[in-house]
Nanobody, 128 residues
């Protein structure tokens, strides 16, 4: 069993920044992908970014959706089993509930249905 706990959401003005955290606990795996999704009211869940980890390299690959590439950045601290999503130049359209997800698969996956573990979500609100 793996538990994911998200934090860092809040209210920020357009152009501001936030850093989201996703801490994993419980069973660990040699290879997995951790990703961020978001869902705004009235919209479908949207893939944001993912980072892959293998038993050879801690974090070896990242991928970003076009909507956030250049503004959002993934990073991780393997020793703490934590990944971060640094969000800069936030826009009102970034307002959504942000979810952390994980799957025991080392390649980048953008299909949310593949992910086995999910966090509770954290609200990000960007005012205009």
């Amino acid at each position: 069993q793996v538990q994911l706990v998200e934090s860092g959401g809040g209210l920020v003005q357009a152009g501001g920044s936030l850093r989201l955290s996703c801490a994993a606990s419980g069973r660990t795996f040699s290879s997995y992908t951790m990703a961020w999704f978001r869902q705004a009211p009235g919209k479908e869940r949207e893939f944001i970014a993912a980072i892959g980890r293998s038993d050879v390299r801690t974090y070896f690959r990242t991928y970003y959706a076009d909507s956030v590439r250049g503004r959002f950045t993934l990073s991780g601290e393997n020793a703490k089993n934590t990944v971060y999503l640094q969000m800069n130049s936030l826009r009102p359209e970034d307002t959504a509930v942000y979810y952390c997800a994980a799957v025991t698969q080392s390649k980048i996956i953008t299909d949310g249905s593949v992910y086995e573990y999910w966090g509770q979500g954290t609200q990000v609100t960007v005012s205009s």
